[in-house]
């Protein structure tokens, strides 16, 4: 039975300054980021949002440790739960790759791969993790976080989220958190993940029901 740690250290940081600037921690950290796959286009129009983390990240490259691991998933999954043209999207996960190598992103320090993809042992158990993380997680908790309601907003290019139909809500959008942020930090072992505060509730979360799991799942 696959078990996840019960006392999840996961850190939360401002426009990712604490990391960088932390002290060295008596354990070797694993930091999670990522991604979602789009165009160059997109890329080009969204840069001005992302050049702050884009630039945050090679910054925590450096000052980490060799025995730190750093893990940047393109996020395809997260790309799926809206309708998606494949071939865009295979032409996204290669121009997103491309950009994360040429901002500074170092293969041999830092960990890039697709989260979709089904071989590697970087993506054993996320999908099973995800099953049973829906099981467990009541209406209520993916109800309270407002990432899906952005999403659905700009799919369907509304003016605000009080604008959107959640008629054309799907579960896997309204969901997704439990995918994106739980099952991919809970599978990785994740110590440390930088977002926004934006997304704290979604770190909140994930510390729930790692502890949810772990109660409902002994042994």
């Not at 002290?23 to 997109?42: A, E, N, Y």
């Not at 925590?60 to 996020?75: G, Y």
């Not at 993790?129 to 976080?145: A, G, H, K, S, Y």
């Not at 959008?173 to 440390?192: E, P």
């Amino acid at each position: 039975m696959l078990r996840v740690r019960q006392r999840v250290t996961l850190r939360r940081t401002s426009q990712h300054r604490q990391i960088s600037q932390s002290t060295k921690l008596p354990q070797k950290r694993v930091i999670l980021f990522g991604f979602q796959p789009t165009s160059i286009p997109h890329i080009i129009s969204i840069l001005g949002d992302y050049l702050g983390a884009l630039s945050n990240w090679v910054k925590v490259q450096k000052a980490t440790e060799l025995a730190d691991t750093l893990l940047f998933p393109i996020v395809g999954w997260l790309a799926l739960t809206l309708p998606q043209d494949p071939a865009t999207l295979r032409s996204g996960r290669d121009d997103i790759l491309a950009t994360l190598l040429a901002i500074g992103l170092d293969p041999e320090r830092s960990i890039v791969f697709n989260q979709d993809h089904a071989n590697g042992k970087l993506n054993l158990h996320r999908v099973e993790l995800c099953w049973v993380l829906n099981r467990l997680t009541l209406v209520d908790n993916p109800r309270r976080m407002t990432a899906w309601k952005s999403r659905l907003a700009i799919s369907r290019n509304a003016d605000s989220e009080d604008k959107v139909d959640e008629s054309l809500l799907n579960s896997g959008l309204f969901t997704y958190l439990v995918l994106l942020q739980a099952a991919d930090v809970l599978v990785k072992r994740a110590t440390h993940v930088p977002v926004g505060e934006d997304q704290q509730q979604h770190i909140e979360l994930t510390r729930d029901l790692a502890e949810i799991f772990n109660c409902a799942l002994p042994g």
